[in-house]
């Protein structure tokens, strides 16, 4: 199955790949264009390692500043969803149903509580004599 290869830190589409063809230790290789349409290159360089693969959406001019797509060794995430390598296809419940689990791009912001007033006392108003 073919899946959207997203980065965890910018959240944007950066290739493809088919969990048929992914295993451990992952290689450039594995990795497709975003399309092959439009003539987008592969998100990285044939013969690289896990340890050289990095953002194509990241501004840096210096590709190896920049971010890495995806923080752990075996695990991408896609636009189904978490993908472990060599695990369950994303999305999949426990019992082999594989119904599609949308993917919240938002970050969970909890709100500050509001500071409690603190309960001063008043000034007296002055009184003229």
Known sequence: MELKLICWI??????????????????GSMFKPID????????FDAKATWNY?????????????RHRPFPHRDTILTDKGLYKVGGPLPGAKPDGDTTKIPLNYARKVTPKPKAKAKNRAKPSPKVKK
Do not use: S, V, W
């Not at 092959?36 to 998100?43: C, E, N, R, V």
């Open 53 to 65: 693969f990095h953002c194509l959406r990241d501004a840096n001019p210096d590709p190896t500043a």
């Open 10 to 27: 910018c959240r944007e589409q950066i290739g493809r790949f088919d969990t048929d063809d992914i295993t451990l230790p992952l290689k």
């Open 36 to 43: 092959d349409i439009h003539g987008y290159p592969p998100p």
